[in-house]
């Protein structure tokens, strides 16, 4: 019987990349002035102009997904997922994008796949109301391979004071509210073609039965844009905010709860897209590391007072837990 695989297994670190953050952490630290002001970890930087308004910043890319998307000659899809991945990291501290700008590198440009992501990436600009404000371009031969093509965004918002959460962050009692997923995003994609590719055999092209379609129509579904749901959800007290990227549904609840909160989380109030079942019977992958690198179907989580909650559903959110005392963490038990 085939050993579990891991995201190490599949090639990705996570641990080593965390401690790699913290060890260069400090050199950016060092840079800051007193306009810098501290936001939740691994989203946005904030800014505070002379004027007082705050921006926040993101950068971000859409990893091994590329790949997937080079493999099935598909690029449509990567624009959107790459604004979405930025413009998803602005909303913990409450910040609407405002402008967007893309970085695409090569060994030798070809036109088609380069058009194709930029223009997903305007199509997604202007569904959130962000201006794709310029961008750069690169040939460098040797450097990639043929074939190769690499993207980065870079994202900047103004913070809205009113959708900002509560300094003070979560409370024991307060509800979960989560933004379903269009599927495995742009996270886990390593770990995913590891399972599905290289130990099940599946072809990109092959119909899958339990999907419904073929494996690369899956894989390639763009990310969820989140600013629209997030931005307009109703007023109340935030505990806390999270796009659920990397590190899954359980590094992502985790970061948002100070110690001695736990979150709870219920499964059978969100539907679980197949893929995820899919890539956990085909590793196998264990359930606590599937929740520690996928979203498992949930994109974006927010922590809310218990009296907002019921607005919040009503406008679209789902209810799916809450926090108790404990030990800090997320459990997948109701």
């Given at each position: ?139 460098m031969p040797g450097l990639y391979g043929p074939g190769d093509l690499d993207v980065a965004g870079f994202a900047v918002g103004l913070v809205d004071q009113q959708r900002r959460p509560d300094p003070a962050g979560p409370r024991p009692g307060d ?151 404990g030990e800090r963490g997320v459990s997948l038990d109701g």
């Amino acid at each position: 019987m085939s050993e579990d695989l891991t995201y190490r297994r599949s090639g990705v670190d996570v641990e080593a990349a965390d401690r790699l953050v913290a060890r260069i952490s400090g050199l950016a630290a060092a840079t800051h002035g007193p306009e810098v002001e501290p936001g939740p970890a691994a989203f946005a930087g904030l800014y505070r102009l002379p004027g007082g308004d705050l921006l926040a910043a993101t950068c971000d890319g859409v990893g091994t997904k590329l790949l997937i998307a080079r493999e099935a000659g598909r690029f449509e899809g990567i624009g959107r997922d790459l604004v979405a991945m930025n413009v998803n990291d602005l909303l913990p501290v409450g910040a609407r994008p405002l402008f967007f700008l893309d970085y695409v590198a090569a060994g030798a440009l070809e036109a088609e796949p380069v058009a194709a992501v930029v223009a997903g990436a305007a199509a997604a600009c202007r569904e959130v109301g962000c201006a794709l404000l310029g961008g750069e371009t690169a040939e460098m031969p040797g450097l990639y391979g043929p074939g190769d093509l690499d993207v980065a965004g870079f994202a900047v918002g103004l913070v809205d004071q009113q959708r900002r959460p509560d300094p003070a962050g979560p409370r024991p009692g307060d509800r979960v509210m989560a933004l379903p997923s269009s599927g495995i995003h742009a996270n886990g994609l390593s770990l995913a073609r590891a399972a599905l590719l290289d130990r099940a055999g599946l072809r990109l092209d092959e119909h899958v039965p339990e999907l419904g379609r073929a494996l690369a129509d899956e894989l390639l579904e763009p990310t969820a844009l989140y600013p629209g749901p997030v931005l307009e959800a109703p007023p109340g007290r935030i505990g806390a905010l999270a796009h659920v990227t990397g590190g899954g549904l359980a590094g992502r609840g985790r970061a948002m709860l100070p110690e001695g909160l736990r979150m709870h989380l219920d499964p059978g109030r969100w539907t679980r897209p197949p893929i995820f079942g899919l890539i956990e019977g085909a590793g196998p992958v264990s359930g606590a590391e599937m929740a520690a690198t996928f979203n498992l179907g949930l994109g974006f989580l927010a922590v809310v007072d218990p009296a907002a909650a019921p607005a919040w559903e009503g406008s679209g959110w789902l209810p799916v837990g809450e926090v108790r005392p404990g030990e800090r963490g997320v459990s997948l038990d109701g």
